[in-house]
């Protein structure tokens, strides 16, 4: 049985979806009209090395690699030794797919992964044999990571999988967390995953608590960072992640063991527009920011306990059957009682403009007052 996600528009025809972390703003402009565009040359085979679009993404990650550092400037950064190259980049048809190659191609025997997390990263590793290791999250500390965290790594350990930030509970990782956990892997050979596909939601105030491992990647070659343009730039349907690692060799391992022309063409030349929407990305973020904030601050004083987010959704505790209050009114949220680590009653939602926010919110107040009376 498959697990369940959120965006099932195919059973719950018509209903308003909050219950997939899409972009709200929807696909830039310059996007849709790249994909539109390549459609003609759809009568051919897509480029099953990527050249054009590995370039633009070596690209934007040393673009962003640059306004980490205090020169914001990008002034040639591909004369510098130290940068992403496209040998660096692997692409694949959405993130999902790219641990799945991972998992193929190395084989873990026993991960670490922090829940509750992207079922994902369990089933990949559990289908070729790896044995998990649950690190459970508190809600009592509000599901943030904790230090005791590296107890739980052991001599068995090859594979540690953590999201920053993490689905579904929003929360990023520290700096500080973040370099121990990198030399930590480093000092005993530990693949380290790095799964970022909301990074590109976070505000300036919250990158500054932490980093990206693309700029960490070159030191580090046992860290693989995954990305994905499917949530930002609002192309779930034309699907496309992709991973930066400096093991080349790994990088060759996972190409042979997935299917050729697993990126189509609509997807490569989407993903290759946006590559170069960055501004989008931080108008994106700066909104998502405010609309987050008023939104926790209505659904805290309508009684739900919602839990702080980085990211452009929000974990909340309401009446266990509010999912199906809402389906009733028109409304999809997601009901996050299948993740490892979440009880029932623990719903995740989208955060979406203030006037859609508003609406939900009128429909969330009417389902906790059932539950009040």
Partial sequence: MFHKHGGDIYTYSGAVDFSANINYLGMPPKVREAAIRSIDGSLHYPDPDYRSLRRALARRENVLNEWQLPEPEYTGCENKAQMIRSEHIICGNGAAELMFALAAAKH????????PSFFEYEQ???AFGCRIHRYSMAKEYQ?????????????????????NPNNPTGRLLESSFLDKAAKICSQRGILFVLDESFFDFLCEEDKKKTWSGT?????????????????MYAMPGLR?????????ELLEKMRALMQPWNVSVPAQAAAEAAAGEL??????ADLISRNKAEMTEWMEQAGYRVY?????????EGPEDLGDFCLKEGWMIRDCSNFP?????????CVRSREENRALMEVLKRGIMRWQK
């Fill in 308 to 316: 702080p987010s980085n990211a452009n959704f929000l974990l909340f």
């Fill in 143 to 163: 599901f943030r990571l904790e230090e005791d965290f590296f107890d739980a790594i052991d001599e068995e350990t090859d594979c540690i999988v953590l999201g």
């Fill in 240 to 248: 496309f992640g992709y991973g930066i690692c400096s093991d080349t």
């Fill in 124 to 126: 990949a590793l559990g």
């Fill in 108 to 115: 873990p025997r026993k991960a670490l992964l922090a829940v």
């Fill in 215 to 231: 700029g960490k990647v070159l030191d580090h070659p046992n860290l693989f960072v995954i990305k994905s343009f499917t949530k």
């Fill in 341 to 349: 680590g979440l009880e029932k009653g623990t719903f995740r939602i």
């Fill in 279 to 284: 501004q989008f990305a931080k108008k994106t």
